[in-house]
């Protein structure tokens, strides 16, 4: 028998499941009390997806052996998968109550709690993990997204001192493994701080706003950010250097390490003291002269930059972007020059639709962020959803309107009327009715209307 058992799983491993399903149901009717055979029997159905044999048979294993916790465990993945997180949960602790220190249990514990949405206990879940097993690489970035998640979480709450530690938190377990201290916000004057992004990069723009702040202080700053904003940020007045994460092994001396996302934490920023002074960016002038030339030609009474869609990889870019057809209701403007700032998979689409949209499209010419800000510098307006160019176009000081999905994102809760706390040259857009983009536009060309009967 244990033979036959042994060439029934090695078939099941080889993909061969109806032969193995055969050999194990001819074994299984002369010895339906067999562990091992039900064991067999159980993966049969788990390769099959089919969760209900799946179940029937681990829980005949745990009629026989109630003290088998991979029966349970894998009946509370099993539940899991159905949705039936309460059921999973229940399985997985009373696998726990037999298997005490398994991190595995922990691990999937842990997923179960935050498909649910009990942030918390799913973090002691992940750290539980980890304490049983410190190089738990799943279980290392699971903490750190759900810590994330609790993190965005209570800051849509307005509770921006807990948010601000949960993300900062979430960042440590993730982030570079750089020897020199952390800076703990003391007088390093004539020191070496290391500032580094993280995230996106509207992300490293929209907190770019603090490098000022240090730079002020006397502290001798490098900036550490993707190469895309390395042109862009060297002209901040008084960065000592920039370098990009390609170049990691150029850094020169430092003697403190800070992320830039960790400086709202460190700084206290609430609503009420966001360090909202804009412009904290500006485009090199020389690019700004060379994009002038570019587009002079394209320009009317009015000129817009629009981006309509954010990256794909975005798990929820599906909801903040606009199907592109609904442009046309801004293309029929008159005396308006809409010039695109999309970049990424957006641009090929846009290839399909330029005569019936009347986008003028210069971003093949786009090599960076710098270039991005000069090309904004020769624009009247910008018009995006909530990407890297809303906080460009923000940092910039130029004329901004944001358009968002509902909810938005929790940095676009708090605002005075429909603008920013961050950017107080922003406007926000915010849909009505969620997935409603045609309302948001007919407000937005009933704006821009309103711009031109005043000027013309």
Request: net charge neutral.
């Amino acid at each position: 028998m244990e033979i036959e058992i042994k060439k029934a799983l090695t078939l099941l491993q080889d993909g061969d499941i109806l032969n193995a399903e055969n050999i194990l149901n001819k074994i299984y009717e002369t010895n339906p009390k067999d562990l091992n055979v039900l064991f067999a029997l159980s993966l049969v159905y788990h390769y099959k997806g089919d969760l209900s044999f799946y179940s029937y048979y681990l829980k005949k294993i745990i009629d026989l052996d109630p003290s088998n916790w991979v029966a349970y465990y894998n009946l509370g993945y099993a539940a899991h998968q159905k949705g039936d997180f309460e059921e999973a949960i229940s399985y997985y602790l009373k696998a726990l109550q037999i298997k005490q220190n398994e991190p595995e249990i922990y691990f999937h514990l842990g997923n179960t709690y935050r498909s649910k949405g009990l942030l918390n206990e799913a973090i002691l879940s992940y750290a539980n993990a980890l304490i049983n097993n410190p190089n738990y690489k799943e279980a290392v970035k699971n903490l750190s997204d759900t810590k994330m998640d609790l993190g965005n979480k209570l800051l849509y709450e307005n509770n921006f001192e807990e948010g601000w530690k949960e993300i900062c938190e979430s960042n440590k377990l993730t982030r570079y493994a750089f020897s020199q201290p952390y800076w703990d916000g003391s007088d390093i004057k004539d020191k070496t701080l290391l500032l580094y992004t993280e995230w996106g990069f509207g992300d490293a723009i929209q907190f770019a706003r603090y490098i000022p702040f240090l730079v002020n202080r006397g502290f001798k700053i490098i900036l550490y950010c993707q190469k895309e904003l390395v042109r862009l940020f060297q002209n901040i007045k008084g960065l000592n250097k920039t370098f990009s994460y390609e170049d990691l092994k150029l850094l020169p001396h430092f003697d403190f390490q800070f992320p830039l996302l960790d400086m709202p934490l460190i700084l206290g920023t609430k609503k009420e003291n966001i360090p909202a002074t804009t412009p904290y960016l500006s485009a090199p002038p020389d690019l700004i002269k060379i994009w002038s030339k570019k587009i002079s030609n394209y320009k009317s009474v009015l000129n817009i930059g629009l981006v309509w869609s954010g990256s794909p990889q975005t798990p929820w870019d599906n909801i903040r972007s606009i199907p592109i057809e609904h442009l046309k209701i801004l293309s029929e403007i008159e005396k308006l020059s809409i010039f695109s700032l999309q970049k990424g998979f957006a641009v090929e689409k846009l290839k399909n639709f330029l005569n019936d949209l009347k986008i003028i499209d210069f971003t093949h010419q786009i090599n960076d962020f710098a270039d991005t800000a000069a090309f904004i510098e020769n624009l009247d307006l910008v018009i995006s959803v909530d990407t890297s160019v809303a906080h460009l176009a923000g940092a910039l000081g130029k004329p901004t309107w944001t358009l968002l999905h509902t909810p938005p994102d929790w940095r676009w809760l708090e605002r005075n009327g429909n603008r920013s706390f961050w950017y107080p040259n922003m406007i926000l857009f915010e849909q009505k009715t969620r997935g409603d983009w045609l309302e948001v536009l007919l407000r937005v060309r009933k704006s821009i209307t309103e711009i031109l009967n005043k000027i013309t």
